[in-house]
């Protein structure tokens, strides 16, 4: 374990943002991740991830860890499901590419977006009808303070929208070292339901998808809305999608007949951020080497050599606008640091 000294975390977030670790040290075990936990001479820690779901707006007087535990195993398995396991370091996208090519459903709805295994949980990712919490078993995460590594099943975590225990009660006491999902091995439940999938799989030509052919879809579409990080720094969507009332929704539709909403509850409907950012104006808007993406209104993005402060800035004007206009609160999916 060997740590640095004032390192550029730019090639660990993928907003590209130049901040600084005062220290940093990548550990590649839980015990090694034991081990940079209880080093005492370094007070302040922080945990580092892929990078993916965070706008970091300052430099980090800390210790900063970043999580490289590697491996993908099979727990269990019988005739229709397997059991998955895979470590926290290890890239999402690669971990669902290695499902399906097991033939292993379940996850392909969630192709290409970015970060690693160890941040999903914690965000209960989500795309195109299928959230994380849909296929979850259990994750093993390590206690900070007690260092024992302690298993939360999938009614533990309290999975919600881009929501669990994790960024509620336990906010920054475990470090989620493993997640294990249940897989299908056959007779896979496809979600086709969203228009953009089922237009995408008539352009390539497919009758009858498979789970392959479901995640090819997906990520022709996130390439044609979504920038590439390695290409324009960003951290996908920026913004979650808000929740209001039936009653409200229709009294918005007065003013706004176009509004588009999907039923969250007998009550409630969720409303597009994208469209409410789009519709403020927003979309496409450039202020200097930052701004909103021109195909993705939910997409902040740093054209380079942006500071994070100044995106921050940016959501937080976002936010005020679409208050002003809508009498609606949308909240940040990205973690500000």
Not at 144 to 160: L, N, R, S, W
Not at 168 to 180: L, M, N, W
Not at 213 to 242: C, M, Q, T, W, Y
Request: hydrophobic residues 40%; aromatic residues 10%; proline residues 3%.
């Amino acid at each position: 374990m060997h740590i640095q000294e004032n390192i550029s975390l730019k090639p660990y977030n993928t907003f590209g943002l130049d901040a600084r670790a005062t220290y940093f040290v990548q550990v590649n075990s839980i015990q090694e991740l034991k081990d940079a936990l209880s080093l005492e001479n370094y007070p302040n820690k922080f945990i580092l991830g892929g990078g993916s779901n965070m706008l970091l707006t300052k430099d980090l007087d800390c210790l900063v860890i970043h999580l490289a535990l590697k491996g993908i195993e099979i727990i269990n398995q019988d005739e229709d499901e397997v059991l998955v396991k895979a470590c926290a370091g290890e890239n999402w996208h690669q971990f669902v590419l290695w499902c399906l090519a097991q033939d292993f459903g379940g996850i392909e709805n969630l192709s290409l977006i970015p970060g690693n295994v160890g941040t999903a949980p914690i965000q209960n990712i989500g795309a195109y009808g299928v959230e994380l919490k849909d296929v979850f078993e259990s994750c093993e995460a390590l206690n900070i303070e007690t260092k024992a590594i302690e298993t939360f099943t999938k009614e533990a975590c309290q999975f919600g929208y881009r929501e669990s225990v994790f960024k509620q009660d336990k906010k920054g006491r475990y470090v989620i070292v493993s997640a294990t999902l249940r897989l299908r091995k056959h007779q896979h439940q496809l979600h086709t339901e969203y228009g953009a999938i089922t237009n995408e799989l008539e352009s390539m030509g497919v009758v009858d998808p498979t789970i392959q052919d479901i995640s090819k879809a997906v990520i022709a579409i996130r390439e044609s809305k979504l920038p590439n990080p390695n290409v324009i720094g960003n951290s996908g969507s920026f913004f979650k999608n808000p929740v209001i009332s039936n009653i409200y929704f229709e009294k918005l539709k007065i003013n706004f007949p176009d509004m588009p909403s999907y039923v969250v509850s007998q009550d409630e409907v969720k409303v597009p951020a994208g469209w409410l950012i789009e519709k403020s104006g927003f979309k496409g808007k450039t202020f200097n080497n930052y701004g909103v993406h021109k195909k993705q209104a939910l997409v902040l993005v740093n054209y380079g050599g942006a500071q994070g402060s100044d995106i921050f800035d940016l959501a937080k004007l976002i936010q005020k606008t679409i208050k002003r206009i809508f009498g609606i609160t949308i909240e940040t999916e990205v973690n500000i640091i």
